[in-house]
């Protein structure tokens, strides 16, 4: 109850609120766990300065393939750091990886870096 002027108003009643009507869905349904874990994969592999690097590296050489004995020295990075990276980058499904004998040689995974862009307009 309201005191206006002195006088007692009373509060129109309000019908009220169905649970469907207050927890109606959104439209399109959230993230589900399995994608966004897969999706935060990516960002993570992403989110390291020496990978965003080492993705560069293999895109511009020229044979679209980049062997690991070559990727030591851009980094200034030992062997293992770099093989450390370059398996957090096939893992997270951005790099192919290839043996050769003793050496592994690196590719970009074909539409990789094209579904990478698209993870944020996505969710």
Same mark, same amino acid.
């Given at each position: 109850?309201?005191?206006?002027? &002195? ?19 959104? !439209?399109? =349904?959230?993230? !589900? ?44 990075? !030992?062997? =293992? ?11 997270? !499904? ?15 995974? =074909? &539409? ?12």
């Amino acid at each position: 109850m309201l005191r206006h002027n &002195g006088y007692m108003d009373l509060l129109p009643l309000l019908e009220p609120v169905t649970d469907e009507a207050c927890c109606a869905p959104a !439209g399109a =349904p959230a993230l !589900g766990a399995e994608e966004a874990k897969r999706k935060a994969l990516v960002f993570k592999a992403l989110a390291d300065p020496n990978r965003l690097r080492l993705l560069s590296i293999v895109k511009a050489d020229a044979s679209g393939e980049s062997c690991v004995c070559d990727l030591t020295e851009p980094l200034n990075l !030992g062997q =293992p750091t770099v093989s450390h990276h370059l398996k957090i980058l096939v893992d997270a !499904g951005l790099l192919h990886r290839e043996k050769r004998g003793t050496w592994a040689y690196y590719s970009l995974v =074909p &539409g990789a870096l094209e579904q990478t862009a698209g993870l944020l307009t996505s969710l």
